[in-house]
Nanobody
């Protein structure tokens, strides 16, 4: 089982940028689909972005498209989420997730993912 640890969260102003990182240990990234989800207080966990093995395919939620970029460094077992033009509605805990399923397109369903990090908090003030 892979273990995931996120970092990079913080408190910023609207319009600022942040980059989240997720480091995997226990097993390598090899073959895993990786994704970022987020959960705001009182809300359901929602898909933010996903990336297939070797970064061959990415997928984004409409709410973050053109503002967020997901990437991965498989040599270092690290996943990234670059977040630009942050908005107050982006405030949430952000979670890294891994899916061992061999798939051509990252799933948007949280139930698909086998492993989760503990989350990192992002707060965006107006």
């Amino acid at each position: 089982q892979v273990q995931l640890v996120e970092s990079g969260g913080g408190s910023v102003q609207a319009g600022d940028s942040l980059t989240l990182s997720c480091v995997a240990s226990g097993r390598t990234f090899y073959g895993y689909v990786m994704a970022w989800f987020r959960q705001a207080p009182g809300q359901r966990r929602e898909f933010v972005a996903g990336i297939t093995w070797a970064a061959s395919r990415t997928r984004y939620a409409d709410s973050v498209k053109d503002r967020f970029t997901i990437s991965r460094n498989d040599a270092n077992n690290t996943l990234f989420l670059e977040m630009n033009a942050l908005k107050p509605e982006d405030t949430a805990y952000y979670y890294c997730a891994a899916d061992r399923t061999l798939t051509a397109v990252p799933s948007i369903r949280a139930s698909t993912y086998d492993a989760w990090g503990q989350g990192t908090r992002v707060t965006v003030s107006a």
